[in-house]
């Protein structure tokens, strides 16, 4: 069965420093990945994802995430932090592969300090 | 440019009372979604529907019906809540294609007492 795990319920980092938000992975198949962030008091929104295409994957905002199946990871990084960049980031697994029934880790919140 | 909507944003039920989640897409997405949301959680999926007329159950269905009224259209149904349904509601949708990142609405809260 799939599962995720993220590492770490709060980071915080200083403007303008490396942010890495951790995730672990289960699945019994080829996995489809996806990072999603929640800005305060709204829905879910796309980072981005990974679907066997290729191993290190651009998102919006300058995150990236690299697939790393000997680790089962997929960890998101971004090499500056911006203010703008405090949000909740969620890490989620495909079900089956068709996209919309995602199994979501617990949830990461990120603080950026001045 | 309205996306996914959901209505009502927030809403305060009695323990045994029923309300109607409302939720509705107006990007021809096959696909539509109801997730809760609770601290610490992350997000469970309660029901999902793949097509107009089609509904299938995800991880957390009991005490929980939906309709997939049309393409548009697919509503949540509490029949008789509960405190345990205290959360954060969010419908989404998504395209025909493997994969297709899911669209969120921004939520409802629904408090229970």
């Known amino acids: 069965a799939q599962s995720v795990t993220q590492l770490g319920s709060h980071v915080s980092v200083s403007e303008g420093a490396l942010v890495l938000l951790r995730c672990n992975y289960s699945?019994?198949?080829?996995?489809?990945l996806f990072w999603y962030v929640q800005y305060p008091n709204q829905g879910l929104q796309l980072l981005l994802k990974?679907?066997?295409?290729?191993?290190l994957v651009k998102g919006i905002n300058g995150f990236e995430a690299e697939f790393k199946k000997s680790e089962t990871s997929f960890h998101l990084t971004k090499p500056s932090a911006h203010m703008s960049d405090a949000a909740e980031y969620f890490c989620?697994?495909?079900?089956?592969?068709?996209?919309?029934?995602?199994?979501f880790g617990q949830g990461t919140e990120l603080s950026v300090k001045p | 440019n309205a996306g996914v909507t959901q209505t009502p944003k927030f809403q305060v039920l009695k323990t045994g009372q029923s309300m109607t989640l409302q939720c509705a897409q107006d990007?021809?997405?096959?696909?539509m979604y109801w997730y809760r949301q609770d601290p610490g959680m992350g997000l469970r999926l309660i029901y999902y529907?793949?097509?107009?007329?089609?509904?299938d159950k995800g991880e957390v269905p009991n005490g929980y019906n939906v309709s997939r009224l049309n393409k548009r259209e697919f509503s949540l149904r509490l029949e008789s809540a509960a405190p345990s349904q205290t959360s954060v509601y969010f419908c989404?949708?998504?395209?025909?294609?493997?994969?297709?990142?899911?669209?969120f609405g921004n939520g409802t809260r629904l408090t229970v007492t």
């Open positions: 989620a697994v495909s079900l089956d592969n068709q996209g919309g029934k995602l199994i």
């Open positions: 990007m021809n997405h096959n696909s």
């Open positions: 989404a949708s998504s395209g025909r294609t493997p994969n297709s990142p899911l669209h």
């Open positions: 699945s019994s198949v080829p996995p489809y």
């Open positions: 529907s793949a097509s107009e007329g089609t509904t």
């Open positions: 990974y679907t066997s295409a290729a191993t």
